[in-house]
């Protein structure tokens, strides 16, 4: 037994040898079929090679982006406005389209170069140009605002005012872009992507709805997810300008501890809620499985939506139904109710909003 065991440790042997010298022979030599190919097909591309931006040329790049210019604040003016009537209008596509023509980004990452490599007088404009765009933005909103008449917000507004620890990562990845976009001239290209990502100028349009409206959880809101972006940006934009050995650790040492404690403090209610979130939607799907599989009286429905939103002890749930008219009791919508608090253990609230549906049958002739 201890024989055949070592004859075929012996032939294992042999063969792993055999075959590295095969595979070094036939897929790593210089003679080798795929090595011969690669060096055909390679060139001399070292004029390819991607390279950072020389200091002086980021430093002209950056100031020229955060120098509050005509330019600038003519197209962020257009942004908030088209951001503004997109969100009122509740389309995508125009909120995206205002996105892309914002011009925001660039005093932002200006803020964040400045801190990295210790130029006030960049700090300075870069700051003073962000401040005047952000209230520039705000103010636009709020006449917009004003001129539609509108008093009430969907959804595409609502949900700017509810930021959690997603829209902090978004931000710090979207930062992180930024700026490693801003110091290589070939990608230029990827700014109006991370502007897409990031989602500046719609809570500043949001915070002018909601000064407009007089709504001051919309405001507080969109406020927060504003300063989630920014600080998130200009702490993400730092750390990669000084991973391409921009600046230094020692002047950009205080702005990374204050842009860490701004978010440290951010995450509190961001964490908080995104854990409120989470609760929420698990509590949406166990109604909407009770509903749906467990009661005859929407066992057969077409639901259209299912909302929850939770208030200290009590559970709001709002339903949409297509059904015809009178096919629904309000006898059978408090037997629902009692046994959805029954099966939950809470006080529930339910609101069923009717969709008519008419039903016409052409019998055969």
């Known amino acids: 037994m201890k ?100 011009p925001l980004m660039g005093p932002i990452i200006g803020v964040a170069y400045a801190m990295v490599v210790g130029n006030r007088r960049l700090l300075r404009r870069s700051s003073l140009t962000l401040f005047t765009g952000v209230m520039l933005t705000i103010a636009i909103s709020f006449l917009t605002m004003l001129c ?17 620890l997603i829209d902090l990562g978004v931000a710090l990845a979207a930062g992180a872009a930024g700026s490693f976009a801003n110091s290589r001239r070939r990608i230029a290209d990827a ?36 300063l989630t972006n920014l600080a998130g940006i200009i702490f ?3 750390i990669v300008f000084l991973l391409q050995r921009y600046g230094s650790l020692e002047k950009a040492k205080r702005g990374l501890v204050a842009s860490f404690l701004f978010l440290f403090l951010l995450g509190l209610p961001l964490g908080l809620s995104l854990k409120n979130l989470l609760v929420q939607e698990n509590v949406r799907r166990n109604v909407s499985e009770l509903i749906r599989r467990r009661t005859l009286t929407f066992a057969d ?10 208030q200290g ?18 006898h059978q919508i408090d037997l629902v109710r009692d046994f959805i608090s029954d099966e939950l253990q809470q006080d529930v609230k339910l609101i069923v909003r009717m969709i008519p549906v008419d039903v016409f049958v052409a019998p055969f002739e």
Do not use: C
Not at 148 to 164: A, H, K
Not at 207 to 220: K, P, S
Not at 318 to 330: D, N, Q, T, Y
């Open 236 to 238: 993400s934009g730092s």
């Open 191 to 226: 700014l109006p992507g991370v502007a897409i990502s990031v989602a500046l100028v719609p809570p500043l349009s949001v915070i002018g709805i909601g000064l407009a409206l007089g709504e001051q959880q919309i405001t507080i809101g969109s406020l927060l997810l504003f």
């Open 3 to 102: 024989k055949i065991a070592a004859s075929l440790l012996d032939f294992y042997t042999r063969f792993l040898t055999r075959t590295k010298v095969v595979a070094r022979k036939h897929l790593f030599s210089e003679n080798a079929p795929l090595v011969k190919l690669w060096h055909q097909q390679s060139g001399d591309w070292h004029w390819l090679a991607e390279k950072k931006m020389p200091i002086a040329s980021i430093n002209r790049h950056l100031w020229r982006l955060s120098v509050p210019s005509l330019s600038f604040f003519f197209l962020l003016g257009l942004s908030g406005i088209i951001s503004t009537l997109g969100l009122l209008a509740d389309s995508v596509a125009v909120i995206i389209g205002a996105m892309i023509i914002a």
């Open 148 to 164: 539609v008449g509108l008093q009430v917000v969907g959804s595409e507004v609502l949900s700017r005012t509810n930021p959690t």
């Open 301 to 310: 429905r077409d639901i259209r939506s299912v909302r929850v939103q939770a």
């Open 313 to 330: 002890d009590q559970l709001f749930v709002e339903l949409e139904v297509a059904a015809p008219f009178g096919s629904i009791s309000e």
